[in-house]
């Protein structure tokens, strides 16, 4: 999964000149780029995506997360939480600022993040999310 707000305008630029809505496509960039229906809609998609995967690997929804290299000073550092859906998720990992992201799963379902916003714009920042039991949850807490 792939969150990337000028990838997302990019690809909606060349829909709207391929249907005759935009006459190139900076004109179809400035519309998807002003078109905040179109990042709702993309965010849902990629939310509710996740949510799927995030049932099939643990349905329990208690995770444990470690990043490395985040923001300026690359710090590093962990968090145990609980997430029902894909929002929750993304919301208890990132921070809260503009980020462009890739969601990647290894072969043994752990979930890896490659994060970049304008405290790490190199996507350096790096998150690595397990499942977690009830029982690590609760120690952790």
């Keep these: 999964l792939i969150w990337d707000t000028c990838e997302i305008a ?16 900076d004109e179809g960039f400035a519309m998807a780029w002003n078109d905040s229906d179109l ?3 993309e965010w849902e998609w990629l939310t509710e995506s996740l949510t799927e995967t995030l049932n ?10 470690e990043v490395a290299n985040f923001g300026w000073r ?13 929002n929750q998720f993304l919301d208890n990992i990132l921070p809260k600022t503009d980020c462009t992201f890739r969601v990647f799963l290894d072969a043994d379902n752990t979930l890896r993040i490659q994060n970049s916003h ?8 790096w998150y690595t999310i397990r499942a977690a039991t009830e029982e690590e949850y609760a120690e952790a807490a």
Aim: overall charge negative; cysteine-free; glycine content about 10%.
């Design 74 to 86: 690359s710090q590093k550092g962990y968090s145990d939480f609980k997430a029902d859906n894909g």
């Design 118 to 125: 304008h405290d790490a714009p190199a996507g350096n920042e």
């Design 10 to 25: 990019v690809d909606q630029a060349k829909y709207l000149v391929e249907n005759g809505e935009a006459a190139d496509e």
């Design 39 to 41: 990042y709702t809609l």
């Design 56 to 65: 099939e690997i643990n349905p329990d929804g208690y995770w444990h997360a």
